[in-house]
């Protein structure tokens, strides 16, 4: 896992959809689970919403607790 990348998670933003201008790390668990079974999209934005997807499943959502002081 890359530090920058979990940075990115609370930094940028859902650019299209239903939780368009929300932060990725923001986004439902029943979202993230959506875009698991139909596929991540392609690029940047697939891979952070496949990270936060794996955070989301795990409980490990508190780890960016630190991040989001910043």
């Known amino acids: 896992m890359n530090p920058e990348h979990l940075e990115l998670l609370v930094t940028r933003v859902m650019p299209y959809?239903?939780?368009k201008g929300r932060v990725i790390a923001d986004l439902p668990g029943h979202y993230?689970?959506?875009f698991a079974?139909?596929?991540f999209p392609p690029?940047?934005?697939g891979r952070l919403?496949?990270?936060?997807?794996e955070i989301?499943?795990?409980?490990l959502k508190p780890l960016l607790a630190p991040l989001r002081k910043r």
């Open 43 to 45: 690029g940047e934005i």
């Open 32 to 34: 993230l689970n959506w």
């Open 37 to 39: 079974s139909q596929g």
């Open 56 to 59: 989301d499943h795990n409980g």
């Open 17 to 19: 959809g239903k939780y």
């Open 49 to 53: 919403l496949a990270l936060m997807h």
